[in-house]
């Protein structure tokens, strides 16, 4: 599932919501690096469900499918953009993918600078996409904070955060390489021939046992000296196959034995 990230590479919030001109609402302004035109990126993958060209250029982008508000939230998100310049690239119900360059800043409409204007809601494109809030302005529908709708990670450069206090999408799983080391047992003892053992030897002998004698004295375990290593495959189980190469941590209780199958 996706998490909408910030749509500029350089945060630099020049207006939070609810000041000025963005009274009743919770949208924001971002000038990017500098005072130049910087592209805006697509925080999900969506479509374009409405452009307005007679005033700032707004266009709204509909995520495809439901995505991961900071905040927990699981539900589609609508973000309107303002204030670009040219948008004769765009057409409602084009796909725009997710990290896109599909907007840019800009000064169409009410605006002293190049900046985007942006404004997050929950869930889906409603009516007309938005409505005139009660200082007068207009407003998407549904609005909601940014900080509880856009994730940032450590690509995205803070400027300015106007103290809005964005969570970070932290790496999922440390990619290592896996050390080709055989595994070390427990140290053997005499528990290891008490009938305790998980793995009773008479289970070798039983009928139900699926796999050819021939094999049972295959080593399954990357075992040095435990006289018990000759465990057949089928008597390992499968606790949990790696989806891919990566650092797993698992619980293991006292005296469990670990077997690794390639
Ligand atoms: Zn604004």
Known sequence: MEKPLYPSSVMRITQG???????????????????????????????????????ANEVWLESTDKVLYPDGTIDYMTILFAHANDVSNLFVGKKIN?????YSEGTKGLS??????????????????????ASGYWSINNGK???????????????????YNFKKIEPEILEEPVKDE????PTPSTDEQSSSSPVPSTNEQSPASPIPPTTESTPAAPTQNNKQSSTPDTDLKLIFQCPKTALYGIYLKANEQLYLKK
């Not at 302004?29 to 805006?40: E, H, L, N, P, V």
């Not at 190049?114 to 409505?131: D, R």
């Not at 055989?182 to 047992?185: G, H, K, N």
């Open 112 to 133: 002293s600078g190049n900046h985007c204007h942006f404004e997050c809601a929950q869930g889906k494109f409603t009516g007309s996409g938005w409505h005139q809030n």
């Open 182 to 185: 055989p595994l070390q047992p």
């Open 98 to 102: 997710k990290n896109e360059e599909f």
């Open 145 to 163: 904070k940014p900080e509880d709708c856009l994730w940032i990670n450590d690509s995205i450069k803070i400027l300015d955060n106007h103290n």
């Open 17 to 55: 919501y609810n000041e000025g001109t963005h009274r009743d609402s919770f949208a924001i302004d971002d000038a990017g690096a500098d005072t130049s035109i910087s592209k805006i990126k697509a925080p999900f993958t969506g479509i374009i469900k409405k452009i307005y060209q007679q005033d």
